[in-house]
């Protein structure tokens, strides 16, 4: 099994890396593929070094699966002509999240969608991801008629030049930014670029993948998103309304027996998910599951999880998985 990480040496690419080895994929040759500026640099995997290479030798390569994770234009310009070649490729960016021929893959909640042919799979936005593994056995259950979410999403989810705009604004230290504003003691109501109907490319990210993933176009979906000076995690606060009437208890006991979700709800022990908990792990965590004593039908709830983990490598290695599964690599 060839394996090729394109960004093999940014943020998240290190990430696929350490989440590869550490879920024992059958990785039988590593590809790190970065740009031309890295190519030539080593990195590590399972105690041995890997030269970097550019995307072309790593065609030439011929790995059976390319996971990528090197932004958008990267994406568009490079995974067709890996998927030209025959190599499966699981994109990590936002490039081919909403073409109507590609599936965008949670695989606990739709991984039966991928076929054979499916030659670039994409991997959704990290906020979508942590929130749909939560919606799913409740859509089924409950039927969601609409979702308010409100995101506190981690300095790692902008990249390494954001946690060292964190660090050094700590320090006292002046140095490039990656945000036009001090994030250290402060939260940044804007995560991506504004659109013209005054939300953001990331709040609108969340509404488009969720209907998506769920496959139920009738699921009402509003988002704000905000950056916080937290170093590793997303947090959510979401309201969810239902069509059928509920339980709480009941929806405590579906989350629980929900495969990849960990329910952490006790408030009489003060025990709630925080980004903290849920760093370098899998699962997604959830808790304060309480009644929206507004209006019927209406829960409220706390999602947390690893927005590097779950919401990027481990769910792209996941797919591969999947796919692997299937003999289809």
């Known amino acids: 099994m060839k394996v090729a990480v394109v960004g093999a040496t940014g943020l998240v690419g290190s990430k696929m890396l350490q989440v590869l080895a550490e879920r024992n994929f059958p990785v039988t040759e590593l590809i790190p593929v970065a740009s031309e500026k890295s190519v030539g640099k080593e990195v590590t995997f399972k105690g041995k070094g890997y030269k970097v290479v550019n995307a ?3 065609i030439s390569m011929k790995p ?4 990528f994770s090197a932004g958008g234009s990267t994406s568009l310009e490079w995974a067709p002509k890996f998927a030209a070649a025959g190599i499966t490729v699981i994109d990590n960016s936002s490039a081919w999240r909403m073409d109507p021929t590609k599936k965008l893959v949670v695989p606990e909640v739709n991984g039966d969608a991928i076929t054979q042919e499916d030659k670039i799979i994409a991997n959704p936005n990290c906020s979508t991801i942590q929130m749909v593994l939560v919606l799913k056995p409740l859509h089924e259950k409950y039927k969601i008629k609409r979702v308010v979410v409100s995101t506190y999403q981690s300095v790692t989810g902008t990249g390494v030049k954001a946690v060292t705009q964190l660090m050094n604004e700590r ?17 940044i109501p804007q995560i991506d670029v504004f659109l013209d ?11 488009n993948e969720t209907k998506k993933i769920m496959g139920d176009d009738n699921i009402l979906v509003t988002a704000t998103t905000v950056r916080i000076p937290v170093m590793g995690g997303h947090s959510e606060s979401v309201n969810i309304e ?28 003060a025990q709630y998910p925080m980004p903290k908990d849920a760093h370098d792990k899998d699962e997604v965590f959830v808790g304060r599951i309480r009644r929206d004593e507004t209006q019927p039908k209406t829960v409220n709830m706390w999602i947390v999880a690893d927005n590097l983990r779950k919401g990027a490598a481990t769910n792209a290695v996941q797919i591969a998985e999947y796919l692997s599964g299937k003999n289809w690599l």
């Open 56 to 58: 072309d030798t790593a």
């Open 64 to 67: 059976n699966v390319a996971i």
């Open 171 to 187: 320090q006292g230290i002046e140095g490039e930014k990656a945000y036009a504003y001090q994030i250290d003691l402060n939260v």
């Open 197 to 207: 109907n005054g939300y953001t490319k990331e709040e609108m990210k969340m509404v």
């Open 242 to 269: 239902f069509e059928n009437e509920y339980d709480v208890a009941e929806v405590r006991s579906l989350l629980s027996q929900t495969p990849g979700v960990i329910v952490v709800d006790d408030p009489s022990k």
